[in-house]
Each structure stands twice: as structure tokens, then as C-alpha cells.
């Protein structure tokens, strides 16, 4: 296949910069779960585009920070592996606001590699002074001298996205296709029913909670002519969080319930039956054992 060009784009940034927002846009779909809380997203996810001549493959990855515990270790350990095994070019998302010390730090790791760098700053929908965004760019400038290119765009809109999936595609190397032609994502429907349940979770809940939990698809059966039926399992960390996700007379699972069923059913395009538990897993966050069962 002379001539085609295919490689992985991986974006990377500190948390809430965008990234699972821009990686939808470019998937044309919701595949990363994006609320406006910080640390949403906890894995690698990844979109394939196409066209003529060329497949890209961009990686959502988890926000950089420094870890506290061992799900947060085990995080930035996915950004670093495709940073460090995955990335043929990478889109360093930014918000159009100064770097903090964290934004900086990844901006140093990102620049030290050896693959064109793209500097994304988003949220233009937001309207920042251009002035702002003229020295943000400065100081990003100063951080990665050698940028393949610099981006102003809303992820959320859609704004100068197709210029930024440009430049990565045509950064590319020549190589085969590493997906076969069609291939939307490389996920199970299994792991989005855990991440949907997860983003309601985040929505609903407040302070530490969201933080506190695992999602864990213990049944997921389809049969023709009826329902999915889909059995989650929420675990938490201790026995005082239970009762908040259950709720007075079981109001806020019951909340939690329908309004995971509701997004299951529009993002598998058929109906569901779910069944919510809840269950106490101490200290699960840093236990390798239960982090590799959750797939972290």
C-alpha cells in the first residue's frame, strides 16, 4: 500500500483542557465522557478517521497531574505509554488562559519527544482576549521552540477542527492502515455501558463521590426480541459513601438509574433493561489487584 499514510495522534494536556470534547468532535460521536468535572477521564480511548489515502488514529488520554494515589498513577501511566510507544505526532491542548506548573510540565515531556508537536489552544467559543491568547501561545513557544504548528479552535463547536485534523493527518508516516476499514473506535459496547454509568455518576454526584467510584459491567445479555438486560455493579470505597449513592428511600440510585438507561439506549441505539447495585470495595484506588480488575 505505497504511499498511505496512517499513525497515531495522541492529545494530550492537563485536565478539563478539552481533550475528550475534541476527540468526539473528531470522531463525529460521543465515545470519550466529558462533564465539567476535572480527572473525567481515566483511560487511554481511541478514535479512528479515514480517507483517501490515509487513517489516523487520535488517543484521548487522561489529563496530567501529579498522582496522589494509585488510580492516579495508573492514569498518567496510560498518557505516558502513548506518549512514549503510540505517538506519531501529538496535539497538546491547551486553554487560552497562562500554564500553571502542571501544564507546563507536560508541555517539557511532550516537547522532549521526537514527533511533531501541535499546540491546540481551545475554547475560543469563549471569547478570551486576544492578547491573552497571543502570550499564552508565547509562553508555550518557549516551553516547545520546534511546534509543527499552532491552532486556535473550539472543540466544542467545531471551530477550525478540520485545520488541526489536517496538519496531524498530513504529519502522518507512510504506513498501512493499522485498522481495518469502517473501524470506529477499538472499544467493546461492554466499556461504554461502564462509562456511561461513570459520566452519570459525575453528574449527579457531588465532591469526593464521583472519585470514589468504580463501574463494573457484571452482565450484559442480548437476546432477540427483547431488552439488554445489564446488570452494573457502582463500588465505592467505604460504607459511608453507599448510602449517599442509594439515596433517601433509594431516589438517588433510582435518578441514576434512568438517566443511564436513557443515555445506553441512545448511544446503542436499542432499548435496555438496567439493574443497578452498589457495592463497598475498600480502598479500591490503591489496590493493584481491584485496579486491574476495573481495568485500570
Not at 505505497?2 to 495522534?9: M, N, P
Not at 516537547?111 to 502570550?135: H, T, Y
Not at 485534523?165 to 473501524?183: I, M, N, S, W
Amino acid at each position: 500500500m505505497a504511499g498511505f499514510k496512517s499513525g497515531f495522534i495522541v492529545l494530550a494536556g492537563v485536565p478539563n483542557a478539552g481533550k475528550s470534547t475534541l476527540l468526539n468532535r473528531l470522531a463525529g460521536g460521543n465515545l470519550a465522557i466529558v462533564t465539567p468535572k476535572p480527572q473525567t477521564t481515566r483511560d487511554n480511548i481511541i478514535a479512528v478517521r479515514e480517507g483517501e489515502g490515509w487513517q489516523a488514529v487520535f488517543v484521548d488520554t487522561p489529563g496530567y497531574l501529579e498522582p496522589k494515589y494509585g488510580l492516579q498513577r495508573t492514569m498518567l501511566g496510560r498518557l505516558k505509554l502513548a506518549l512514549t510507544e503510540d505517538a506519531d505526532a501529538v496535539a497538546l491542548v491547551a486553554e487560552p488562559e497562562m500554564p500553571g506548573p502542571e501544564a507546563e510540565a507536560i508541555a517539557r515531556e511532550v516537547g522532549g519527544l521526537n514527533v511533531p508537536v501541535f499546540l491546540v489552544i481551545n475554547k475560543m467559543d469563549k471569547k478570551p482576549q486576544p492578547a491573552l491568547v497571543e502570550q499564552v501561545m508565547a509562553r508555550y513557544e518557549q516551553i516547545i521552540p520546534s511546534l509543527a504548528g499552532k491552532f486556535r479552535l473550539s472543540a466544542a463547536n467545531g471551530n477550525g477542527v478540520h485545520l488541526l485534523e489536517k496538519a496531524a493527518v498530513d504529519a502522518l508516516p507512510e504506513h498501512p492502515p493499522y485498522f481495518d476499514p469502517g473501524t470506529w473506535t477499538d472499544r467493546w459496547e461492554r466499556y461504554f455501558v461502564a462509562e456511561i454509568v461513570r459520566q452519570q455518576i459525575l453528574a449527579l454526584y457531588q465532591q469526593e463521590i464521583p472519585y470514589a467510584c468504580a463501574v463494573e459491567v457484571e452482565d450484559f445479555k442480548e437476546e432477540k426480541g427483547r431488552k439488554d438486560a445489564i446488570r452494573v455493579i457502582v463500588h465505592v470505597e467505604r460504607d459511608s459513601q453507599k448510602p449517599i449513592i442509594i439515596g433517601k428511600r433509594g431516589a438517588a440510585i433510582a435518578k441514576l438509574r434512568e438517566t443511564s438507561q436513557k443515555a445506553m439506549e441512545a448511544f446503542l441505539g436499542r432499548p435496555v433493561m438496567l439493574a443497578l447495585f452498589v457495592k463497598v470495595t475498600e480502598n479500591w484506588r490503591n489496590d493493584p489487584e481491584q485496579l486491574a480488575r476495573f481495568g485500570y
